[in-house]
């Protein structure tokens, strides 16, 4: 009866576009210059991506102390910190929130006969599944901004740091100008 | 401006309530005799989930071969394996599909200046998120049901063997009965 049912559905595990759009524009931000901001909607074009969407990430980039907001018509956004203690894990617990993948709803105590009383001890399955998400974190955690671009460079033809700069050079606004 | 957004979401990475549903079950089908089976049905009410829902997620590990379906009036689910030969990380492929939590849509070739040629090379940002998963997959894969089982047990006041026996006593259909 299962052959109908080889493969089921697709993974509902899944990072938001979010990461992904929220990494590149901290990295980009990396390479401004001392004094240089680029906005939302500039972060957003370079990326191709909805200012509208992508807004909703720096703003949680913001809020846990990644990015810094400079306000007024020259202002945007750059690296509150530098790029060396930026790592992978701080920017997706900021676009993702703190809570681990796994939620444990202590099913141990539903049904008929559930646990008498509330259980002192975590669960040993949650406790498993949430030393996997340390292992994950932890990896995420070793890397860095500043290792993510020196890694880039080493195997860039020029091509990727050429599309970086002609685009910076256009849009990079600086404070001091 | 960023004051109004402290804590933007909720997480949106979140395994599905179906891993700790299937991750209950095997469990408890790792405790049957060796002629033994339940029904989706019995395995629902024991947890005090949906059946049309858990039904989804028996039908996803008896396709990864983690269970076998007996057919008939006394048919159900038992492990198709030992349980010292189930991991967890069978169990969440089986139930939330082999893709990798970060999925890279490869944003570094839109924009008004995407990269020119299409890169040889995976992403840098890509390849380190996908180590993290790889650490996640490998902590896992060192857990079996049955190691599960001996830490319950361990740390068992007898109140949870007891829930699981009182169920099995009334409710496990024997093949040669």
Redesign the interface.
Known sequence: ??KK?????????????????A??SV?MLAQLSEEGVLSAGELA?????KTSYLL?HL??L??AGILA?L?GPKGGYRLARTAAKIT?LDIVLAV????P?????E??Q????????KPT?PC??N???L??????????QR?TIA??LK??AA?DDG??AA?GC??LAIHERRQGA
């Open positions: 009866m299962d049912y080889p493969r089921l559905g697709r993974r509902t595990v899944k990072l938001s576009e979010g990461v992904e759009q990494i590149h990295a074009e370079y990326h191709g991506v909703k703003q949680a913001s809020g907001t306000p992978l993702e929130g703190p809570q993948a796994f939620r444990c709803l099913i141990r539903r049904g008929p006969n559930p646990l008498p009383v001890r040993e399955i406790a498993a599944m030393r996997a998400e340390k292992a994950y974190r932890a990896e995420l890397v290792d993510i890694d880039v195997g091509s990727i599309r002609a685009f």
